[in-house]
C-alpha cells in the first residue's frame, strides 16, 4: 500500500471515532437532562399526593 492511502486510512479512522466520541458526549448530556427533568416531574407528583 502506499504510505499516503495509509494515511487517509488514519485519518479517516481518527475522524469516525472523534465523531462517535461527540456523539456519546451528546447522548451522556441528554441523559442528564432527562433525568434532571424526571426528578422534576416526580417531585411534582409527590407534592400534588401531599396536598390532598
Known amino acids: 500500500m502506499d504510505s ?3 494515511m487517509y486510512m488514519v485519518y479517516g479512522f ?3 471515532w472523534i465523531i462517535l466520541f461527540g456523539y456519546l458526549i451528546l447522548l451522556v448530556a441528554r441523559e442528564k437532562s432527562l433525568n434532571g427533568e ?7 407528583m ?3 399526593r401531599q396536598k390532598k
Open 4 to 6: 499516503r492511502n495509509v
Open 14 to 16: 481518527s475522524a469516525v
Open 38 to 44: 424526571l426528578d422534576r416531574v416526580k417531585r411534582m
Open 46 to 48: 409527590e407534592e400534588e
